[in-house]
Nanobody, 122 residues
Framework: QVQLVESGGGLVQAGGSLRLSCVAS????????VGWFRQAPGKEREFVAA????????KYEDSIKGRFTISRDNAKNTVYLQMNSLKPEDTAVYYC???????????????WGQGTQVTVSS
């Protein structure tokens, strides 16, 4: 099992920044890729970004390219999501997820965190 704990969410004004963290514990060697997803009220969960633990392969959803950056610190078993130029439409619960195998923008991840709320005011 892999346990994932997100943190760093909060309330920010439009144009502001937040950095989300996802700390992995447990059998972390059993996962190769970590992704961030988000779910806004009344909407389906959607892919945001993903990264491999090894190497620098990343993948981003089109609407956040150039504003969000995913990165990792293997020594700390932590994946970050730096979010800049936030917009009200970025408001959602953000989830961290991990899986074995290649990164993907599909929700076929094996392990999920509890989520952290991000609210962007206009």
């Amino acid at each position: 099992q892999v346990q994932l704990v997100e943190s760093g969410g909060g309330l920010v004004q439009a144009g502001g920044s937040l950095r989300l963290s996802c700390v992995a514990s447990g059998r972390t060697f059993s996962s190769n890729a970590v992704g961030w997803f988000r779910q806004a009220p009344g909407k389906e969960r959607e892919f945001v970004a993903a990264i491999r633990w090894g190497g620098s392969v990343t993948k981003y959803e089109d609407s956040i390219k150039g504003r969000f950056t995913i990165s990792r610190d293997n020594a700390k078993n932590t994946v970050y999501l730096q979010m800049n130029s936030l917009k009200p439409e970025d408001t959602a619960v953000y989830y961290c997820a991990a899986k074995v195998g290649a990164i993907t923008n599909k929700s076929e991840y094996d392990y999920w965190g509890q989520g952290t709320q991000v609210t962007v005011s206009s």
